[in-house]
């Protein structure tokens, strides 16, 4: 990931911006909203742990360390997709997430806090996400000419 945004440095002139924006590897909570409270009733699986978005964070800190770019501004929202049943998550996490799921019993408890007599209510996957601004700076010495 590193040689990626290596790249992505040679593409950008000096002062250039990168924003970067991808999910941290902290558990998706999924949540039922009844009305105006929230439920937990699990957290998304993800086939390799959120190894990929902990990586991803990584990389950017070390193309950070190594000189290619200066952080301007970072910080973490929640970005949520909400649907009407564990069943359209769960669809539409198989078209577009591979590797992500939601298991039996977080699936079972959905459907359990679901059966309420609440009308306004709805199945939510509350993923943390970083974003961060980066400045491109002059090549390093070493990688330069």
């Known amino acids: ?7 992505i ?3 950008l002139r000096p002062g250039g911006r990168l924003v970067d924006i991808h ?4 558990t998706h909570d999924i949540l039922v909203r009844l009305g105006s409270s929230e439920h937990l009733a ?18 950017l800190h070390q193309a950070v360390s190594l000189g290619y770019f200066k952080l301007t501004r970072q ?3 929640f970005y949520e ?13 198989a078209e577009n997430w ?7 019993r977080v699936a079972a408890s959905v459907e359990e806090l679901m059966r309420s007599l609440e009308p306004n209510q709805m199945c939510v996957l509350r993923v943390p996400v970083f ?12 990688e330069s000419g």
């Open 75 to 77: 910080r973490e929202f």
């Open 42 to 59: 699990g957290w998304l699986r993800e086939a390799n742990d959120y190894l990929d978005y902990r990586q991803a964070t990584d990389a």
């Open 81 to 93: 997709y909400c649907a009407d049943s564990v069943d359209s998550l769960k669809e539409y996490l």
């Open 23 to 26: 999910p941290t590897d902290d």
């Open 131 to 142: 974003i961060a601004r980066l400045k491109a700076l002059p090549l390093p010495a070493a």
């Open 9 to 11: 440095h040679r593409l």
């Open 98 to 104: 591979k590797g992500s799921t939601v298991d039996d």
């Open 1 to 7: 990931m590193v040689d990626a945004l290596k790249q």
